[in-house]
């Protein structure tokens, strides 16, 4: 049997695939029957258990003691890679987390296959970092020995929309130039590639690959601006400070804590509550930072500060019962509702009694303009790269959750007016692609 799988670590979601005895690309069902698994982790403090994917997500959503993250590749090449988690008592270093992750899927992959794992490919975008090559490198080296430790005896890289490429030559029956989107969670990964049957075949396929793209935006970064467009407002995010006289007396103390936070103090002198607190909040990797105890000790105090203090006690309510990421879930559904709805609204009752916002696709469609302007020019960038013209492009293959988005989809599909559009499997195509590649590498 073979013991070589590709892993598709993704920023939102992750698939873990293999090749079967009838030499195609599968992927292993990873929970109740699902080959996709929400890149989730919940350390249940009650119980010392780790969950993973949906369990870690309801476990969270139920209310258990415990820390639940999530966007865990986000951190991959930024500071926060040097942070520490508080996991109970102890003090967890960033690569352990990362370690822990891929060390529990791995081991629910070989439980739901009944055999090993050995030898994986694992996707990576093709910047993990926009413009810096060392904190890109430092990204993949920190992910191989996690998944060294994890337990892998052999670790290579694959660029995603690569793999997806390689899933979807399978179905081609003539040459194409293909230009592969891959617009997933928290990056948006351009490839032109040549591809047909035969050219599968070969080993090297360094020639086939004429340029790869990618940038670092995703559907994480359409979740924060809804969020700080639509949500945050209503916690207090662009609330003004009353005039000085009333806080006379406040300044003096707040002046005690300005070494605490040089964002909160910057703000401070200006008229309006520091806008860090909301953009922690609206990004899935940060929430935990509104935890700690300066933090809340500084809200605490900036409370005080506000004309409208009800929409800081909510932001405070929502910290304190630690519901950061409950609000984030809710945005990110609202988010996927306005895919095929013009209208939803986020619940906010548990905050304060009927509270409730309502969001409209121009919402939507407002608040992620420029990120989905910034995906097109790298797609259009991506093609110049390899020397050609968009009309030398002969089919588009599209993957990734956030090429759900009609405005993502015809951003994209407007520049190929002549061009056949092949929607590819939106969560599995770099999964696929990967096992492809590791039985390339490894078979
Ligand atoms: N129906 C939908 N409408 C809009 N967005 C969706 C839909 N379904 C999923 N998404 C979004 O797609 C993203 C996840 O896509 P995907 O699983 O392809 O990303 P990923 O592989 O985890 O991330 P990456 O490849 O960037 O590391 C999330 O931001 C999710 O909210
Ligand atoms: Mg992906």
Known sequence: MNTFCGLDFGTSNSTFGTIDQNNKAILI?????????PSAIFFHFEENRTFLGRAALNEYID????????????????????????IKSQLVPFADILTSFLSHLKATAERSANQAFEQVVLGRPVHFVDGDKEADLLAQDTLESAAIRAGFAEVQFQYEPIA????YEQSVDKEEIALIVDIGGGTSDFSVVRISPERSERYDRKDDILANGGIHIGGTDFDRKLS?????PHLGYKSKFKPRAQTANFEKNFSIRKSVSTDTYTESTEMFMPSSYYHDLATWHKIHHLYEKNTIGSLNDLAFRVANKNLIDRLLKLINRRE??????DVEQAKIDLTNMQKTAIDLDYLEKDLSIDLSINQLHDAVDNEVDKIQQQAI????????????ITKVFMTGGTTAIPMVKQSIESLFPHTEII????????GMGL???AMRKYG
């Not at 069902?29 to 698994?37: A, F, N, R």
């Not at 997806?164 to 899933?167: G, K, P, R, S, T």
């Not at 700080?228 to 945050?232: F, G, I």
């Not at 929607?423 to 770099?430: C, E, L, P």
């Open 381 to 392: 960038a991506t093609i110049e790269e390899a020397g050609l013209k968009r009309s030398d």
């Open 435 to 437: 096992a492809i590649d």
């Open 63 to 86: 209310g258990e003691f415990g820390r639940i993250m999530r966007s865990l590749k986000s951190v991959l090449g930024t500071s926060l890679m040097d942070e520490k988690t508080q």
């Open 164 to 167: 997806a490429a390689l899933d």
């Open 423 to 430: 929607n590819g499997d939106k969560f599995g195509s770099v």
């Open 324 to 329: 950061g990421h409950l609000l984030a879930i």
């Open 29 to 37: 069902p990873l929970e109740d029957g699902k080959v996709t698994i």
């Open 228 to 232: 700080l467009e639509t949500v945050m």
